[in-house]
């Protein structure tokens, strides 16, 4: 399995989103921010809000916010809206699509896979990225105030 940039982005922007909310933020601020192309960041954007996780908002002082409460949206539902399958192995979500299906000695590792994959991602919540972006950027505080 292979995450591509577009549900790493998406995470990321859900991040920024959630750290500088609750209130709209600027498309071209989470773009700035997390050094995304913001071309690519609409699009990315689109996805997210068609998935329900951000809705827009107009006007002068307008932007994205959070859809749902941060503790509300996982990182496996995330990257499921970005990639589509997760499966590591094109059997595992498609049984008929392989001749060896039950004779396989290497399905039972791949179904762990799976599994482990969805486990992790799925029991990660918006929120714990949010807290983990705060927790990084208090310890960058600390260090500029003692080099500082």
Same mark, same amino acid.
């Not at 990321?12 to 960041?41: F, M, W």
């Not at 307008?62 to 409460?69: H, Q, S, T, V």
């Not at 004779?103 to 486990?119: G, K, P």
């Given at each position: 399995?292979?995450?591509?940039?577009? =549900?790493?982005?998406?995470? %990321? $922007?859900?991040?920024?989103?959630? &750290? #500088? @909310?609750?209130?709209?933020?600027?498309?071209?601020?989470?773009?700035?921010?997390?050094?995304?192309?913001?071309?690519?960041?609409?699009?990315? =954007?689109?996805?997210?809000? %068609? $998935?329900?996780?951000?809705?827009? &908002? #107009? @006007?002068?002082?307008?932007?994205?916010?959070?859809?749902?409460?941060?503790?509300?949206?996982?990182?496996?539902?995330?990257?499921?809206?970005?990639?589509?399958?997760?499966?590591?192995?094109?059997?595992?979500?498609?049984?008929?699509?392989?001749?060896?299906?039950?004779?396989?000695?290497?399905?039972?590792?791949?179904?762990?896979?799976?599994?482990?994959?969805?486990?992790?991602?799925?029991?990660?919540?918006?929120?714990?990225?949010?807290?983990?972006?705060?927790?990084?950027?208090?310890?960058?505080?600390?260090?500029?105030?003692?080099?500082?």
């Amino acid at each position: 399995m292979w995450v591509s940039t577009k =549900a790493q982005y998406g995470l %990321r $922007a859900l991040v920024e989103i959630g &750290v #500088r @909310g609750p209130g709209p933020v600027p498309l071209k601020d989470v773009a700035k921010a997390q050094g995304i192309s913001q071309h690519y960041l609409e699009q990315i =954007a689109a996805a997210l809000r %068609r $998935a329900g996780f951000i809705r827009s &908002v #107009r @006007g002068a002082h307008g932007g994205y916010r959070l859809a749902r409460a941060p503790e509300e949206i996982n990182a496996l539902q995330v990257v499921e809206t970005m990639e589509g399958s997760l499966s590591p192995v094109g059997c595992i979500e498609d049984p008929g699509s392989c001749d060896h299906q039950g004779n396989c000695s290497t399905e039972a590792l791949w179904r762990r896979v799976d599994m482990a994959i969805r486990e992790v991602l799925g029991s990660t919540s918006l929120q714990d990225l949010i807290i983990e972006r705060q927790l990084i950027e208090a310890r960058e505080r600390a260090r500029g105030a003692i080099t500082g």
